[in-house]
């Protein structure tokens, strides 16, 4: 049974189809990437996973059980975590206050109840180190870490949390190479340790690596749900761009630039 | 799993994370640069103004500062912290006195208004102002309006409704009396006794048993219960003619409670908001030794958690059981000082104190070093091989700080001017063998001998910084000693400066400043531009182009010297002129020092030798010069001590190694010995405030009270840093501020959050409102009105920024202090009170600019 199966999900904004008969599944230890252009609904499929929005078409299965998320919290209790683009981190506060915040461990009882510092701070550095980072001090504010490992306190934070299902807004877009190489190790890291993992990209070559099942969608709809024995990284490409459109503006690229001539150099 | 984790994924650490030493560190706390900013303002009028270093000067800053603004500005800087403001928090405090006195009084000639119980009416009065709180959070949660726009329609209805309420109901534009309660109070029972005194034989019996009055004493002169009817009534009589139950109580010898009419709880909650502690009924001989005692130890904890936290441990050596070690030896000390006391101060005749404070001081020591040996093994690390025997190790702070009491004890022992040095001189030495020996023993040596750190100007660029600095020095001792320490007249008619020509001189120095600035003001400018800040951006602007900055550093100085000009006298400004040349001598002298540890570290520690040398050169100037008792005391014993705390770090930094990477041990061992010593400090601070001596007492000192308003501050400081460092909804505050949308993504109730942040700005300006309404009985219904700005300043003056997500309450807290201190400073320093708003500007715009300094340089260090 798939840890989490999606059939025929859609969302409507008033007239707006956002999502349309979008069909895939999750299994643990399995990485399933959603690609899709700007504008393909893939913001509305995290939202719905995350329980952001509620779908208003189809059928969401968590582990067999059909279910509709209320809140961000709901989803959070039944194992959905989320980790967005923006990260959903403070950078003003330190690294393991952002790590446990809204879940911070206690001491005492209420009202005379305060945060278990040290174990943050322990459990912080540990699970930081299990991702491969060795954050030396935990006190540091989030805003001085670079990217990647921002990335990496976002995903090690959600794994600490129970998830089951770990859902990854474009954890590379804003990265170079380098970083985006560490942050696609993590996700492999991550799916090892049993999660399933939902990784949303506009960018195949970081998705075809690690990726075990993909969904590609535009404008809203499903282009097609593939396991990766069934599909290459170019078909990847041109399935995402709507095939043909690519093709042409392949074209007129070419004659764009056999009409400017060979650059020198 | 974690295997493969580990084989796949080796730890690797960042570039960016590089290791922050223990004074980057505190560079970046929100309220540092408040506090050294609170120092300085409060050593410059220490310097000018009469009370400022006195228990009346300081019963009046703290006043000042508790209520209504620190208890607000804590508040308000929690508010801010969590990214709103509220305008209406100070029209709201004194709506909340007015709504209590209102629910209380009969108002207008005796009918109209409540007439709760005080019982009652606070609680109501609490319940309503929770209920603004939750108003204002909700509106502004739900609409999504800023806070600006909501809270100021709140203080607009606030505002109307104190005006128009006080004025239909009391018919003027202030409530009645609180206090009226207590009056009636006492009128029923005079009313009482004087039935009582009408009655006679078994009727009075009678009417004292349905008051259940027992008279278990038979008072002088008046056996009530007897039925001595013709003494009660007399003494009743002559109270009531006089309307004063006090002598009443005088000639009966009955307590307030002999007949309980009840005052609405009056008497009970005046005592929990406006209860005096009068400082002359409390005599405590051994004041000065418990101050003296427990700064120096606070002080040298502070200095010894900031060697624990900057050095490199010695190997083998650990951190458990310092801080026992180290109480134990505190307490041994006090036993050494109070064994001291009872063989050479105590007067001769009284043996039997002299012998039993003695036994007592014995007892204390044996205690304390009973702890000592008990966490001595702790303390010293297990197994350690060393050179140094671990008794030794152990001791090495108790030597010093044995002879270091000595100096206490010599220092009070006499009153002449050579004992008072000689003491000093002892404490110093005291701190300088205690501090090495411990240094010694517990930190590894080596030091950083000649390696190059840092990057920069190299080579000599520290000669003309050291040339500036002595050179100020010695300037600064030749106008101190030009100059007329005794003369308290006016600067401009000493010198006999009329109005042009003092206008003149103010010109040239601002176009000096001006021509200065325009030379070397670009790397102030990126400085301020770094910060992010909308001030300091428009700073940046306004001072980023040359011909810009050098008008404004040019009509600033203009300014601030004709302010000088008209208001100092030649006392005042000889303090002015010797501590600014001395603080430009002091900083000149450590940019050398820096500079000179680039290149060789033996270099820079002797120059700072040459510093503290320099320090101490001028302490001793200022003993042999000064006329004023506190220039000739306090201000040598300080600058004494720090050129010993400077001439120890000079050796050490030398002897021993810095460390270069966290060690989480030692900082929190660092942290406890820190807060141990601020608590000393403290305490020993609070005892010399809250006593008298006798001998002050026989020097007329004049009386004192320090308001129980003053612990509420202290209390809701306390009570909101803990909330806010320690506990999640802290956490949470800081969340929201920063990052609301992020915050609620993980799962942190953030419009919950800000409403109940609301509400601890409303709960406060309740508090304020009940303080306000005990200590002055009567509220004006403008009362608070238009306040709320001074509490946001005080918050930002404490670190705290606009923008939200960062601040500290304890720094909103000494912000209040600092605006306290202009307050009462000016006055007393006997400067025209309306420059106070000027300061306060001044004050808000250097704070800004300081703290975007301080953060940027501290950040650019990493």
Redesign the interface.
Known sequence: MALLELKDISKFYGNIIALQGVTTEVNAGEVTCVLGDNGAGKSTFIKILAGVHQHDEGEFLLEGDPVRFNSPREALDRGIAAVYQDLAMVPLMSVWRNFFLGSEPTKGVWPLEWIDRGAAKQIAKDEMAKMGIDIRDTEQPVGTLSGGERQSVAIARAVYFGAKVLILDEPTSALGVKQSGVVLRYIVEAAKRGLGVIFITHNPSHAYPVGDRFLILNRGKSMGNFAKSEVTQSELTQLMAGGAELEQLQHELEAAIASKGTPAG | ??D??AG???????E??A??GVFQ?MLVRPEIGAAIGALAIWAIFWAVAVPFGKASGASSILDVAASPLGIMAVAVAMLMIGGEFDLSSGAATGAFGILLILMVRDVVGDSGGWGLSLWTAVPLSLIAALGLGWFNGTVVDRTGLPSFIVTLASFFVLKGAKLGFSKQIVDQIQTGRLDQLLIDADAARIEQLLAIGAASGGAQDALLEDLGVTLTTPVDGLDVGDGSVGALVTAVETASENDNLRQLEELAGVSRSFIDVGDGGYSTLNDVFAYDWLRNEHIWEWRDWLYTIGVLAGLSLIALAVYEMHFRRRPGIGTAGILPFLGGGVVGLAGLATIINALFLVDGDNRVFQVASFLVGVLIAVAGVAVMQRYRDRANGQGVADAVPSLVRASALLPGAAIAVVGVWRLHATDSVGGNWVGALIIAVGMVIGFLGWSRARYEPGGNVDTVVGEGPQGSSYVSPLVIGLGALVVGMVIARWMDSDNDTNLVVEWGINGWAMFFISILVGLAAAGITGLRGDAFASALSAGDTAVSRGLAVLLGTPGMRMRTAGILTFVVTQLFLTQATIQGARAIFFMILLGLAATSMLTAVNRARRSSHTLGSLLLLLTAAGVAAAAFFIRWDSATHKFRTEMFSVLLAVAALMAIWAVITLLHRARS??D?EADALGRGMAIAGGVLVVFGIGVRLLGVTQAELDGGIGPTNFSVRILWFLGFTALAT?VLG???FG??I??VG??K????????PASRTKTQLFMIVSFAAWLVGLLLAFRLNTIQASTGDGEEFEYIIAAVVGGNALTG??GSTLGAAIGALIMAMAVQGIPSARWNSDWRFVFVGVILLLAVIANNFIRTQA?QA?
Not at chain 2, 8 to 14: C, E, G, K, L
């Open positions: 799993m974690s493969t984790t796949t994924a080796s730890p690797q650490s960042d960016r994370l290791y922050r560190r990477a966290p989480a803990w320690r506990t999640r956490s949470w800081f969340a920063g990052n949308e992020a915050s609620r993504q993980v799962g942190v997500g960062r950040e990493r």
